[in-house]
């Protein structure tokens, strides 16, 4: 098992590139608490380091990584260098490591269940713009079972329900009636934005949502609490934190360590094969688009009824399209895909705690997370591999 | 290692134009259906697809509140003003910058009539839903989904507010041009970032125009919120920018000024959509955005630069987002505060303009006045709260949308269930 892993690590210039990386975030790094370095000579030193191993790596053909590293070089430098420019007392106050790392995974969870709901969706060879929507649909319908049943079991239920029925309606489009699944996916957006606010007007009026709504409880570890550094990270997480991760290494078990796995990939890499083995590819899509529904739902819930504990038209703020440039970015694994999604969390993580330095530019910040997407989507995209039939609506013989 | 390093591939243009591969693989172009609904028969499929969601959206209105939709529809109909069109009267209209009345058969001539004054409220945002419909459609003939109207429509409003409200002492036209052409070639600038990730690295338009979207939503929220470089100077306490000056506002031809009424951007948009189709049909630019709208694959081997396209086609898409934020500023809002920036939603409305009216000139004209009327029809100002609360009939309006994209993306069923019925009635005979 440990030769198995050790064979797969990076060798030769990809290493020397991912070590480059990883020095350019030691260059901040070493500026912020705990070690908070004062003088601009460390950040600039170790961001050199960076920058030496990123050409290293780049001379060598490793063209992507290499130029990776040198930009988390300068970036390590620039940053770095600006820590030490701001006031010790700020600085505590924004980087509590611990806090940050906590929030990090909370405003990751909901991007993780959409996420792999995206993944089955498209490993099955549909695209589904939607997620946006399903997620949408799941925060009200689950805060809506919640306070009128008066159950969180319920309301994580009805939430995942609801999510489904929004990808049925998609899958029966682009499935079925072969509508472009941009399109339709991008009108299930539309129609859940307006039916969550509609219904959300017409029951809960000007007074939004009520505070007493029963909560999916936190997990309390008692035994970690006193833990340094972890205990205040896992000691008491969302009990839907948790399911995430589970629900991770559950997603990456199906698809790829079981029969069931299989016959859905190849379905989204070449449904006439899959067909002409006897896999039925209408089936199959249509499973797979609902579970992703079923799961971006799990993850609007969270939001409401696990996370803010109240519903807004419009609560889900493009996290379901974020959630989409993970499923890219992580090249539809879902490993891979948790991690780019703890990456966004740890972002707006961040942005959160920035208003200790100016109120005004603190918004700003808000814009960090889709930046981000942006930058990652552009840098990473050439890599990506999709699955080869996604996107097509597929006709039965 | 020498292999790697030794000769790079060469770096042309025929090069660059086979990157984008990959990303037009993922999740491929609405492009090959665009033939599809070009060709499927004239009026049929969107008078179809609007009937079926007013029917859906009735349906809501019915199991939800009880009430008759029929009536409520009546009053959104009424509160769009374009009952107006039934009350011929055998009035005058002044023309456009001069003092010369002509005969015009349908006006009142009542500019307070009620019908009169939401007409031109249905004008008024019709101009910027046809633009950003335009901006939609633009892309979608070159086989993108431009979901970034709303970022490239606020880009546009944010520096016409700006150079609307500053640069004192230019002459009024100059300012006026000076504005407008600033804030389309800011939306080009916007919808441009997206057109050249994805011509450069195959990045999907869908996602990157999003994400522009949110950024700019969020840079805006950030320019006029208390603090901000460009908050109000003499309200301080206000998330607002300054008001345009006088001389960079447009001038009003139907209605009264103070009562905001129909400035002259609507003859802008009238000409965008002249433009859209001369440059569509009329141009090389428009043959080569459309065969790579037709197939990316075909455009490259006839020796067009697909990549190159991508970017232009989504550059000029911005360019008529980012116009109508300009004309929506200089003509009607004068000023913007960081609550229009969050709540404002006429760029995503133009995506079900544009594919409603099947991308095409006249389609995109007629849906507008469809979608202005539905909102203005909903607004708490034009409708009767004893009939229908407005707030939620503004969500009606989004439902409504989404039910005509789903539709629309969906003709194969509407074709579907017209090919059967003309079966059926050949049968028996």
Not at chain 1, 315 to 337: D, E, H, K, S, Y
Not at chain 2, 102 to 129: C, G, K, M
């Amino acid at each position: 098992m440990i030769e198995r892993l050790l064979a797969r690590l990076p060798r030769g210039a990809r290493a020397i590139a991912m070590a480059g990386i990883v020095v350019g975030i030691a260059a901040f790094w070493i500026a912020l608490p705990p070690l908070q370095a004062r003088s601009p000579l460390w950040p600039a030193l170790i961001g050199v380091l960076a920058l030496i191993l990123g050409a290293t790596a780049v001379s060598r053909g490793v063209k992507r990584l290499g130029w990776g590293a040198i930009v988390a070089g300068v970036a390590g430098i620039g940053l770095g260098y600006l820590a030490t420019r701001s006031s010790v007392a700020h600085l505590d106050q924004v980087v509590v490591w611990s806090a940050l790392f906590a929030a990090m995974l909370r405003y990751a969870t909901p991007l993780i269940f959409a996420a792999l709901g995206g993944i089955f969706s498209e490993r099955s060879g549909v695209t589904n713009i939607g997620l946006e929507g399903m997620l949408l649909a799941g925060a009200f319908f689950g805060i809506l079972a919640a306070d009128k049943l008066e159950s969180w079991v319920l309301g994580l239920l009805i939430a995942a329900l609801a999510g489904g029925l929004f990808a049925l309606v998609h899958a029966f489009f682009s499935i079925h009636l072969r509508a472009d699944q941009i399109i339709s996916g991008f009108a299930i957006n539309f129609l859940a934005l307006g039916l969550t606010g509609y219904l959300f007007i017409d029951i809960y009026g000007g007074q939004g949502t009520p505070t007493d709504i029963p909560e999916i409880p936190d997990v309390h570890l008692s035994f970690l609490e006193d833990w340094y550094f972890l205990g205040p990270i896992f000691g008491r997480l969302n009990l839907m934190i948790w399911l995430a991760a589970g629900s991770v290494v559950l997603a990456w078990l199906v698809l790829f360590r079981t029969p069931i796995g299989l016959r859905l990939r190849s379905v989204g890499e070449h449904p006439r094969a899959a067909e002409t083995v006897g896999i039925s590819v209408y089936a199959t899509r249509y499973a797979a688009v609902t579970l992703s529904g079923v799961l971006a739902g799990l993850g609007g819930a969270y939001l409401s009824i696990g996370f803010v504990n109240s519903f807004n038209q419009n609560m889900t703020a493009g996290r379901g399209f974020i959630a989409l440039a993970v499923v890219i970015c992580g090249n539809w694994r879902p490993f891979n895909a948790a991690l780019i999604a703890l990456l966004f969390g740890f972002s707006s993580a961040l942005a959160q705690r920035l208003p200790a330095y100016s109120e005004s530019a603190a918004v700003l910040f808000q814009a960090l997370p889709y930046v981000l997407t942006l930058v990652v989507v552009a840098g990473v995209i050439g890599r990506s591999y999709p699955p080869a039939a996604v996107g097509r609506p597929y006709r039965k013989q | 290692m020498s292999e790697v390093e030794g000769g790079p591939p060469p770096e042309g243009p025929g090069r660059k134009a086979e990157e984008p591969r990959q990303g037009g693989d993922y999740a491929p172009s609405a492009a090959g259906r665009l033939a599809l609904w070009q060709k499927a028969g004239g009026l049929a499929v969107p008078l179809l697809t609007t009937l079926f969601a007013f029917l859906i959206g009735g349906l809501v209105v019915l199991i939800t509140t009880g009430k008759n939709p029929l009536t409520t529809y009546k009053a959104i109909f009424e509160g769009s003003g374009l009952n107006w069109f039934l009350e011929v009267g055998s009035y005058e209209i002044r023309l456009p910058f001069t003092d010369t009345y002509v005969f015009f058969p349908w006006n009142t001539n009542d500019f307070e009539s009620l019908a009169a004054l939401n007409l031109q409220q249905t004008l008024i945002i019709w101009v910027p839903l046809v633009l950003t419909g335009l901006a939609v459609a633009f892309a979608f003939r070159c086989g993108m989904f431009n979901i970034g109207g709303q970022g490239q429509y606020l880009v546009g409003a944010i520096i016409a507010v700006w150079i609307g409200s500053s640069l004192e002492g230019l002459p009024a036209s100059l300012h006026i041009i000076i504005a407008v052409v600033a804030g389309a070639l800011m939306g080009a600038l916007w919808a441009g970032i997206a057109g050249l990730l994805k011509a450069l690295v195959g990045a999907h338009e869908v996602i990157s125009t999003i994400m522009l979207n949110w950024i700019a939503l969020w840079v805006g929220v950030y320019l006029f919120s208390l603090g901000g470089p460009l908050q109000n100077d003499t309200q301080p306490s206000v998330p607002v920018s300054n008001d345009i000056l006088e001389e960079s506002k447009l001038k009003v031809f139907w209605g009264d000024p103070l009562l905001q009424g129909l400035h002259v951007g609507f003859f802008v948009a009238l000409a965008a959509l002249v433009v859209y189709w001369i440059t569509l049909n009329r141009t090389t630019l428009g043959y080569e955005v459309r065969a790579v709208g037709f197939s990316p694959e075909a455009a490259r081997y006839g020796g067009i630069s697909v990549a190159r396209n991508y970017f232009l086609a989504m550059a000029i898409s911005g360019m008529f987002a980012g116009l109508a934020g300009a004309l929506d500023i200089l003509g009607w809002q004068f000023r913007i505060n960081t609550n229009d920036v969050t709540t404002s939603t006429i760029g995503f409305t133009g995506i079900a303009v544009a594919l409603l009216g099947r991308n095409t000139s006249i389609g995109v004209m007629l849906s507008g006045l469809l979608f202005a009327a539905l909102i203005v029809g909903t607004s708490t100002r034009n409708l009767d709260p004893e009939i229908f609360r407005p707030e939620l009939a503004t969500n009606l309006t989004t439902l409504i949308q989404g039910l005509v994209i789903l539709f629309v993306g969906a003709d194969v069923l509407i074709l579907w269930l017209l090919h059967k019925a003309r079966l059926r009635r050949r049968a028996p005979a």
